[in-house]
């Protein structure tokens, strides 16, 4: 797997060619697609990266994605589109499969995913795509899938098609090989215009008496749902990436924004209410990333649990640094509408990021799934049960991952989320630390624990809808676990620490003040100072970790 850093200076060796900020921009106004800076990423050998082996190294997956992302989220969400669309064979396919897949993502093959279709978005259940089993053993698939990523340059597409009656085990998973299907079987419709990522290939296909081997059986007849959700937990841990190169590109406009830029005589980094946007801007950023590292290195440590961490980072990261665009538009002032500098880019950014709290599942179908297993996360919050050496083993960055083992994924997590039920443990080590402030925080966020594990008590998922409550419930969820990813990395990382940011215990006083949401802490001040100081190309905690 090639590391986020050599990467970084392949692109920077583009700037003034497929990667120059002007030719991105030039491409996305016309709507045309990036081929060129996507070749920049095939030479490099990005795509060997999204073939999962037990080796694999899934907090390395997204820190590449975060590279690319933080130059341009088109090029980065059509790039990574192959990784989506091949975690299923990665998780259910036959060794055969796995290998000659592989040896297709590593030549640069683009993979498409087609699970939606136009009548029913993310109803799946709805889908009306069949595939029919032939004498041959072989199956014929008709239908159409539509607003799929790269529909009509991929080369290969895992497709969901219904096989039996309406149901859960009326679906199976195909891989849909193009270039053995005559030229009529695989029509691709007319792309879609996008408010964002306007140069994506986002299309559609129909597939008409499209026949395909037995061999492109994705695991059994009526696996598919099954499959598919536990490849979700996967790609939307992975959409994180996407997200936290935003914010890292958000963050750089607006610091170089402020430091250069002048208002009745002073500097707008001098001025008070800049600097507390900026700030709390900063901590909303520090918390999505605590809560993606855990999140990511859940994949190796509490794979178990993954229906539920992915839910929460996939409804929390996108969700989260949507809005601090928001904030940070506040202190680009017009200029976050302009596409030249200072402040030039944003505005694209602001459009493309939209689409991530979309797709593989909008925050509300994930805040849904989320909800679907809150008796059992309120009963286990209550009881403070909890895998301590998962959470370790998550939250140590010092330590390697372990192998992934895809066959440990579930559909549902029998022991709930250990990272939200270890926060009393956590809390209990941040007494022993001795710094006020955060014990202070530290104990608020156990007092509000407490007080959403009384009203989970009461909880009982309906069919029908949930109501409006229910959902304030789950982003309640989340922000506690947002809270216990700062605690638990500040804890397990004591002797490897996040340099400036570790000072005085910053960086986990002004997430937590965030997620309490207290409006005039001094953290959010201190933190802004440490960005304006800044000099990398992200504001992380990895810095010096890892």
């Not at 498409?112 to 595939?131: F, K, P, Q, V």
């Not at 216990?484 to 986990?508: I, M, Q, T």
């Amino acid at each position: 797997m090639i590391r986020a850093a050599v990467l970084e200076q392949i692109l920077a060796g583009h700037e003034s060619g497929a990667w120059a900020v002007e030719a991105l921009e030039a491409l996305d106004t016309r709507e045309e697609f990036p081929a060129d800076a996507v070749a920049v990423l095939d030479d490099a050998g990005l795509a060997a990266s999204y073939v999962l082996a037990p080796e694999c190294d899934f907090p390395a997956l997204v820190g590449l994605i975060r590279t690319v992302a933080r130059r341009d989220l088109t090029v980065a969400i059509a790039h990574g589109k192959t990784f989506l669309g091949s975690v299923p064979v990665w998780i259910a396919g036959s060794p055969e499969q796995a290998r000659g897949l592989a040896e297709r993502v590593r030549a640069g093959h683009p993979v498409c995913w087609g699970l939606t279709e136009r009548d029913h978005g993310s109803d799946l259940l709805a889908s009306e795509l069949t595939a029919t089993e032939e004498e041959d053993g072989g199956w014929r698939l008709d239908g159409e899938k539509w607003l799929i990523n790269n529909a009509g340059r991929a080369r290969l597409g895992c497709v969901l098609a219904r096989t039996g009656p309406v149901g859960g085990r009326g679906f199976s998973l195909f891989l849909v090989d193009r270039e053995q299907l005559s030229p009529a079987a695989w029509q691709v419709l007319p792309k879609v215009r996008t408010h964002g990522i306007r140069g994506a290939d986002i299309s559609g296909f129909v597939l008409h008496d499209a026949r395909v081997p037995a061999d492109a059986l994705i695991g059994r007849p009526g696996d598919g749902i099954a499959i598919v959700l536990k490849s979700l937990q996967l790609t939307r841990t992975a959409c994180v990436g996407l997200s936290l190169g935003a914010a890292d590109h958000a963050l750089r406009l607006a610091r170089d924004f402020i430091t250069q830029r002048e208002l009745y005589g002073r500097r707008l980094s001098s001025l008070p209410h800049v600097r507390w946007i900026l700030g709390r801007a900063a901590a909303a950023v520090l918390t999505a990333e605590a809560v993606s590292i855990l999140a990511t290195r859940s994949v190796h440590a509490l794979p178990g649990e993954l229906s539920v961490t992915s839910a929460i980072a996939k409804a929390y990261v996108p969700t989260t640094v949507q809005d601090t665009l928001g904030r940070l538009a506040e202190v680009l002032g017009v200029r976050s509408f302009l596409t030249s500098t200072p402040g030039g880019g944003f505005a694209k950014l602001e459009r493309d990021h939209r689409i991530c709290a979309i797709f593989d599942g909008s925050t509300v179908v994930n805040r849904t799934a989320l909800l679907t297993q809150m008796p059992r996360l309120g009963r286990l919050l209550r009881r403070g049960a909890a895998d301590t050496e998962g959470v370790r083993a998550a939250a140590g960055l010092a330590v390697p991952p372990a192998p992934v083992d895809l066959a440990r994924l579930t559909l549902t997590s029998a022991t709930g989320c250990s990272v939200v039920q270890s926060l009393p443990a956590a809390v209990e080590e941040i007494r022993a630390h001795g710094h006020p402030r955060l014990n202070a925080l530290a104990e608020a966020v156990l007092e509000r624990s407490g007080e959403l594990a009384a009203e989970l008590a009461d909880f009982v998922p309906v069919g029908g809808g949930l109501p409006s409550v229910a959902f304030t419930l789950a982003e309640r969820y989340e922000r506690l676990y947002a809270a216990s990813a700062c605690l638990s990395l500040f804890l397990h990382n004591r002797d490897h620490p996040a340099g400036a940011l570790d000072e005085d215990a910053l960086w986990p006083r002004a997430c937590l003040a965030h997620l309490l949401d207290l409006p005039d802490d001094p953290a959010y001040d201190e933190l802004a100072l440490a960005l304006l100081d800044w000099s990398g190309q992200r504001f992380t905690l990895l810095d010096g970790a890892l």
